[in-house]
């Protein structure tokens, strides 16, 4: 596998999976408080960021990646766009310094519908950014936030940042989009990772023996939820959901050595995972300034 830093590009890093080629691009940081967390102290929460040397209270990096694969260019995820102040909706910027044109893309491929992940779609008069794209979005995602019943059940604060905002996102994409089951670009798989949300997908990369899983939003946190996955988050639709799943991905990426990479992971986002005797698992971030 090659690496290639990308440190004279800030907010940019290429990485080669066989001949498929995955830019990771930051979309910027959300600070977020210890009340975001569940099921764990502030005090242990705190903790735990400090003995792996983190920010306390956390800095959550917000990531999206680029594959070029087959002669075509697929995005996974827009980042949040200037819908959720001004650290985040960088990407755009970043994309342009890496030399990726917007008019190159021609698939974007959503982990889930949530605004730091799909804000990018549309602009400020929810015209589409995208206009030639095709969308790639489960189908069980769309159906959740489009329920009426599911949003009289939310909070004033979720019914705006989840379902009105999801709603007006995809809209000017509804009529060019597919579900995201099997293969959705070439050497591109997705892999559903339900309980984030009821559609939330990673999508596996595979090309000449390599292989990366691109998890979406498996977690928030990282060196709490990797130490402690019985932490979930205030967003999670299905918070026991949710910590299954990290638990069965978690076991599949350290037991298949298998090179993950996340959207809240620390940028560039490329990691390992080990086994630890507490039940917990060791966060091994990729290093990314070194070349072989």
């Known amino acids: 596998m090659t690496r290639t830093p990308s440190a004279q590009i800030p907010g940019v890093y290429r990485r080669r999976i066989g001949d498929i080629v995955v830019t990771a691009i930051s979309d910027g940081y959300l600070d977020a408080p210890y009340e975001f967390m569940r099921n764990i102290a502030p005090q242990e929460a705190e903790r735990l960021l400090k003995d792996a040397y983190r920010p306390a209270p956390p800095c959550v990096s917000v990531n999206s990646f680029v594959i070029h694969s087959g002669g075509r260019v697929a995005l996974v995820d827009t980042g949040?766009?200037?819908s959720m102040g001004p650290t985040l909706g960088h990407m755009p910027k970043h994309l342009a310094a890496a030399g990726i044109a917007t008019v190159s893309i021609d698939t974007i491929l959503l982990t889930h519908m949530h605004p730091d992940h799909s804000n990018?779609?549309?602009?400020?008069?929810?015209?589409?950014?995208?206009?030639?794209?095709?969308l790639v979005v489960s189908e069980r995602d769309v159906d959740h936030w489009f329920d009426d019943a599911e949003m009289a059940k939310a909070t004033e604060r979720q019914k705006l940042r989840f379902f009105q905002w999801a709603r007006e996102q995809i809209k000017p994409y509804m009529n060019r989009r597919r579900d995201a089951r099997g293969e959705v670009?070439?050497?591109v798989t997705a892999m559903p990772l339900y309980g984030h949300t009821p559609g939330h997908t990673g999508y596996l990369v595979a090309s000449k023996g390599e292989q990366l899983l691109i998890w979406g939003d498996i977690v928030h946190i990282p060196d709490i939820q990797t130490r402690r996955p019985d932490v979930f988050m205030e967003p999670d639709t299905d918070g026991e959901a949710a910590v299954a799943t990290r638990r069965r991905t978690f076991d599949m990426v350290a037991t298949d050595r298998l090179l993950a990479a996340g959207m809240h992971m620390h940028f560039p986002g490329f990691l390992n995972l080990n086994r630890r005797v507490d039940g917990g698992y060791e966060l091994i971030p990729e290093i990314w300034n070194q070349k072989f």
Do not use: S
Not at 122 to 134: Q, R, S
């Open 80 to 82: 949040a766009a200037d």
């Open 120 to 134: 990018g779609l549309t602009d400020p008069n929810g015209v589409a950014k995208f206009p030639h794209v095709e």
């Open 185 to 187: 670009f070439p050497g």
